[in-house]
């Protein structure tokens, strides 16, 4: 007769290899006897590890990111030519479809990056995640020394290639605190916010010496979002939000282009700003568009392939077409959180909800400023505005989440609730 071995903390057993029976906590219990080395017909196969990654994957946030990869294939052909054109000089001139045939190319790479990490399990996602995190960190010390100025802001490290090291940082900055956060599990007197904190600090003071302050405020709000989720006690957030609200009046009064940026959003500009010139380009395709290649404003709207995208899908397909978009991204954000909710591992629901607010953040905050409701930032639309590091980044990003999020659909797992995390130290 089998032996049972008495339930674990979950509440729940399964039956393992011999009759015997296993106590699991989310995953299942190691097995006692020899495993499989690789070779032999007790190992897996590719396919199927092919077919457990696809039952434990997130297909329904998968597919809503190929989607908007898929809008934003359409979308940057749309707004290649009058990048092109603008781009274009006497010596050179740029074919119309420049950008978009250079964006295929990053999308192929981006997808090929997003299943790799997707296939990761979770340990391996966090480690990658960590280590990333890690090097562009290092690799912002070294942007003020010998990185390369465009457009008056220095980002980039040329290394035969360009390197924009904070978009590589979003990869995994969510990951990196979440880990940290989640010592709390092992000792609970170990003063993790207080470490994110001073991470936040240090990084922030590296993005403005750029100057970068679009990308601070998108790192301060996934941090914030996350020491909230963790347990914090939501009077000592306020707290560090008001050192925030004293960095965003300390950069106003030294950073010049910030100020004339909020200026402009609270006071109004001139009929030739780059926001301007975005809401008429919006407005002026109505509810249905002119039609693909048939707008006209978009001709005059600088970044129209990266920064305000958004305004030539307003203008080309229509308003409908932009709504569409949004709900795209609110769908995909309300899946994250809502696979998170049968979670029990407080790493990866934090690491979950970072990189959601971070990447809903940045979407939103994009869309806004083509709606002249929020100050330029020089942000790109996700997964639909040209980019090539920035692609990358993305898609990796993408796949880490889905690998984190995996999970075996016939374990029932007890939920994670923000009641029973209390209050971190």
């Not at 119309?96 to 997707?118: E, K, N, P, T």
């Not at 010496?209 to 989720?229: E, H, R, W």
């Not at 960095?247 to 909020?262: K, L, S």
Request: net charge positive; aromatic share 12%; hydrophobic share 50%.
């Amino acid at each position: 007769m089998a032996s049972i071995a008495p339930e674990g903390p979950q509440g729940f057993t399964i039956p393992m290899a011999g009759g015997h029976r296993g106590a699991v906590s989310g995953h299942f219990a190691p097995a006692t006897g020899p495993q499989p080395t690789g070779k032999g017909p007790g190992a897996r196969t590719r396919r199927q590890r092919l077919a457990v990654w696809w039952q434990e994957i997130d297909r329904f946030a998968l597919y809503i990111v190929l989607i908007l990869m898929g809008i934003g294939a359409v979308a940057v052909a749309a707004g290649s030519p009058a990048s092109a054109r603008r781009l274009s000089t006497s010596a050179e001139r740029l074919p119309d479809l420049y950008f978009f045939f250079l964006h295929m190319r990053w999308q192929l790479v981006g997808i090929v990056a997003l299943l790799w990490a997707s296939s990761l399990d979770k340990d391996a996602a966090r480690r990658f995640g960590i280590l990333i995190a890690g090097i562009m960190f290092a690799a912002l010390f070294l942007v003020p020394v010998v990185g390369s100025e465009v457009n008056g802001a220095k980002r980039w490290l040329r290394l035969g290639f360009s390197l924009q090291p904070s978009e590589f940082l979003k990869v995994g900055w969510p990951i990196l605190l979440a880990w940290i956060l989640s010592w709390r599990a092992r000792d609970p007197h170990i003063p993790v916010v207080g470490i994110c904190a001073a991470l936040m600090v240090v990084l922030g003071g590296l993005l403005m010496l750029q100057p970068d302050f679009g990308s601070t405020m998108l790192f301060s709000g996934s941090f914030a979002v996350m020491v909230l989720l963790s347990g914090f006690d939501w009077r000592r957030l306020a707290a560090l939000g008001g050192v925030g609200v004293v960095g965003i009046v300390i950069m106003y009064f030294t950073y010049d282009n910030g100020r004339n940026r909020i200026d402009n959003f609270l006071f109004g500009g001139t009929a030739y700003d780059q926001v301007d010139l975005a809401e008429r380009t919006l407005l002026n395709g109505g509810w249905t568009g002119q039609g693909f290649w048939m707008g006209v404003r978009k001709m005059s709207l600088p970044e129209a392939h990266t920064d305000y995208i958004f305004s030539v899908i307003g203008e080309e397909f229509g308003l409908l077409a932009c709504m569409v978009i949004v709900a795209l991204y609110i769908a995909f954000l309300v899946r994250v959180l809502m696979r998170t909710i049968d979670e029990e591992d407080l790493f990866s629901v934090l690491a979950a909800a970072g990189i959601a607010a971070q990447f809903g953040g940045q979407a939103f905050i994009n869309i806004l400023v083509n709606l002249q409701l929020f100050p330029s930032k020089g942000m790109t639309l996700p997964l639909i505005s040209y980019g090539g590091s920035s692609t990358i980044a993305l898609c990796l990003t993408m796949g880490l989440l889905l690998a984190i999020t995996r999970r075996n659909p016939f374990i029932q797992r007890e939920r994670f609730t923000l009641r029973t995390n209390g209050e971190l130290s």
